[in-house]
């Protein structure tokens, strides 16, 4: 019998040991029982959310499209077109995940259809990440909706104690968590086992504490797009790490209380309200003028 009451790291952890089982398992068991569906049921919900995080991907490659202010649009393009006349200098799963990654959030400014995972400015660090390493290491579509449970559930219990959102704690809390979920998702796809899974979503996450959300004109566009292909590359890094016994001297549990922390600590004018940093540089003003002020 699995614990279906988990709101922490360390209770997953010993919820896994005491079962012997993966974090996919304890959580897809804990889900179907809160829900009354089966287990089966709440995978095929999972792959709609698979395959939709496919399809925008596809999506995002083929177009160009500018958003409605004007901003961004046409980074994912660029950079295909520099991969195809000079090769990454990390390989081509560097270039499936960086490019998949702007694909995501750039389908996301065109109100295509995309997966908040967890939210919509963090919406293409997990889908680039998961897979991008899918295809190229011929993971299983079971494999990789059993990573994206992994995923889910890392935000699960990380939104237990701090509210995902740009206004309440930064981009910290979107594209820092989304960062330690594709970290964790990752680590599961290749192999690792839960405690490496842990240490990868801590050592991906403590390296992004203080992350600011202050975006150029209050649009989910600068830095947003841009960011959520350098966070992918980070969590691929924070999985790396891990995989190699690398582990968080901080406990992952303590890591979620001082991203909780420096939430609430950090200046209500970072906090998605465009009132400071990059949102207040002279040029990002210009651009505020030029859009709202004609």
Do not use: W
């Not at 809390?173 to 960062?179: D, H, L, R, S």
């Not at 842990?198 to 947003?224: Q, Y």
């Amino acid at each position: 019998m699995i614990e279906k009451d988990i709101n922490s790291f360390e209770q997953l952890y010993k919820a896994c040991n005491i079962a012997n089982v993966a974090i996919y398992k304890v959580a897809q068991t804990r889900e179907a029982y809160l829900s009354e569906k089966t287990e089966q049921e709440v995978r095929k919900t999972v792959k709609r959310s698979l395959d939709a995080m496919k399809t925008a991907i596809k999506s995002g490659l083929k177009s160009n499209e500018l958003s409605l202010s004007g901003m961004c649009g046409s980074d994912c393009e660029k950079l295909q077109k520099r991969f195809a006349n000079k090769g990454a200098i990390f390989g081509k799963t560097f270039e499936k995940i960086t490019t998949y990654a702007l694909a995501t959030s750039e389908e996301n400014l065109r109100m295509g259809v995309i997966v908040a995972c967890p939210t919509a400015g963090s919406c293409g660090i997990v889908p680039s990440v998961l897979i991008a390493a899918g295809e190229d290491f011929n993971i299983s579509e079971d494999e990789q909706i059993n990573a994206l449970i992994t995923a889910g559930e890392i935000g699960r219990i990380i939104s237990n104690k701090v509210a995902l959102a740009g206004a309440v704690a930064g981009c910290q809390a979107e594209c820092g968590v989304a960062a330690a979920m594709a970290a964790g998702a990752l680590t599961q796809m290749l192999g690792g086992s839960v405690r490496q899974i842990l240490n990868a979503v801590a050592l991906a996450m403590k390296n992004l504490l203080g992350l600011t959300c202050d975006p150029v004109c209050g649009l989910v566009e600068i830095p947003c797009v841009k960011r959520n292909a350098f966070l992918a590359i980070h969590a691929v890094t924070a999985s790396e790490l891990a995989l190699a016994g690398v582990e968080s001297k901080i406990p992952l549990d303590e890591v979620i209380d001082a991203l909780e922390q420096t939430g609430k600590l950090m200046s209500p004018t970072l906090k998605e309200s465009s009132q400071a940093g990059l949102a207040k540089t002279k040029t990002a003003i210009a651009l505020e003028n030029r859009l709202f002020k004609k």
